[in-house]
């Protein structure tokens, strides 16, 4: 049971990156999936939750409109699209399957990728 992150890198502001967030060895379709991140010195926060149940997606205030969780269930994968990234951005990015989706966090946490490095310089 593994969740495998990938697709951060260094962007310049007003850049773009897709995150990937890819299962081997068991199956999404029973699961909520979250993207949190971590900056340097501040606490990790829930940036977007996808339910499993009905597709709902749901924000964070500093990414509501420039990021878009998605997921393909065929390739038990999901996705991070990041638009219009700013400095703020900058951060660690990890990817969860849970059971729950609280506003913009996934909640009672299963599996966790490795995060990717997400860094937004000019």
């Known amino acids: 049971v593994q969740l495998q992150a990938s697709g951060g890198g260094l962007v310049q502001p007003g850049g773009s990156l897709r995150l990937s967030c890819a299962a081997s060895g068991f199956n999404l379709d029973y699961y909520d999936i979250g993207w949190f991140r971590q900056a340097p010195g501040k606490e990790r926060e829930g940036v977007a939750c996808i339910s499993s149940q009905d597709g709902s997606t749901y924000y964070s205030d500093s990414v509501k409109g420039r990021f878009t969780i998605s997921i393909d269930n065929f390739e038990d994968t999901v996705y991070l699209q990041m638009n219009s990234l700013k400095p703020e951005d900058t951060a660690v990015y990890y990817c969860?399957?849970?059971?729950?989706?609280?506003?913009?966090?996934?909640?009672?946490?299963?599996?966790w990728g490795q995060g990717t490095q997400v860094t937004v310089s000019s």
């Open positions: 969860a399957t849970g059971v729950g989706c609280v506003r913009n966090t996934v909640i009672r946490t299963t599996a």
